[in-house]
């Protein structure tokens, strides 16, 4: 299946929008609409769990509306989720080889702003109404349970902390 693709102004604000992170700025604000998680693999190479994240992201663009947006060789990796008036919602994995078998994994997943990107100036909109709280109603934890579950279907367990 091909990647969503998001309309103009969502492609032109998007990554704008994700540098900003203006929902992310007032910490008691950003925990009513972020999921993080973080876990342990063990017996897989970053590599591995990396071709497994982007089969995931490939398996579930029906699903949630996801784009891959960055890929930093086998340590990072951040793919974007648009609902369907494009509010971008963000998923971010980082990887930490922490022995000769051992990764550590981190996932986060967070609502970018307030104002979908997909109208004019959102970035700018969004950063003058940081303070504004809103609610994901759950949909970052969703998507990140359910890349959880690709990567068990991949053999790849992630031991939770």
């Known amino acids: 299946m091909a990647a969503y693709e998001p309309t103009i102004f969502a492609q032109w604000q998007s990554d ?7 929902s992310m700025w007032i910490p008691k604000l950003r925990d ?11 017996g897989h190479e ?3 769990v990396m071709a497994a994240l982007e089969a995931a ?15 930093q060789g086998t340590t990072f990796y951040r793919v974007y989720a648009y609902t369907k008036v494009e509010w ?40 003058a109404f940081c303070w504004l709280p809103f609610k994901d109603h759950g949909f970052n934890k969703r998507r990140v349970e359910h890349y959880l579950r690709e990567l068990e279907k991949s053999g790849i367990h992630v031991a939770t902390d």
């Not at 009513?32 to 063990?42: L, M, Q, Y």
């Not at 992201?57 to 890929?71: A, V």
């Open 32 to 42: 009513i609409h972020c999921h993080k998680i973080s876990g342990v693999i063990s």
């Open 46 to 48: 970053a590599h591995e």
């Open 57 to 71: 992201t490939r398996s579930l663009t029906d699903k949630f509306q996801l784009r891959p947006s960055q890929k």
């Open 88 to 127: 971008l919602d963000v998923l971010e994995f980082r990887l930490r080889k922490t022995g000769d078998t051992t990764l550590r994994i981190e996932v986060e997943g967070f609502s970018s702003g307030v104002v979908p990107v997909s109208v004019p100036l959102a970035p700018l909109l969004n950063s």
């Open 16 to 22: 704008l929008q994700v540098n900003l992170r203006p």
